[in-house]
C-alpha cells in the first residue's frame, strides 16, 4: 500500500506496522508526513513543531 506525498507527490510506502498519527518522513523529498489513514493510505504534512503543551 502506498500514499502520495502531498508536497512532492512521491508515492509513501506505509512501513509494516505503521499506524494512524505515525510521523514518517517522505523519502524523496524529506517532508515530516502525518499518517491520516492506513487504509485507505493517507498522509498529510505534520504540523510544525511549534508545540505548546503549556506545562
Ligand atoms: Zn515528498
Redesign the pocket.
Known amino acids: 500500500m502506498a500514499a502520495e ?6 508515492d ?1 510506502e506505509f512501513p509494516e506496522g505503521t499506524v494512524e498519527n505515525e510521523l514518517i518522513e ?6 515530516e ?1 502525518e499518517v491520516i489513514s492506513v487504509d485507505p493510505p493517507k498522509v498529510e504534512e505534520a504540523p510544525s513543531e511549534e508545540e505548546d503543551w503549556g506545562q
Request: charge should be negative; hydrophobic fraction near 30%; proline fraction near 14%.
Open positions: 506525498c502531498p508536497v512532492c507527490g512521491a509513501i517522505c523519502p524523496d523529498c524529506g517532508t508526513l
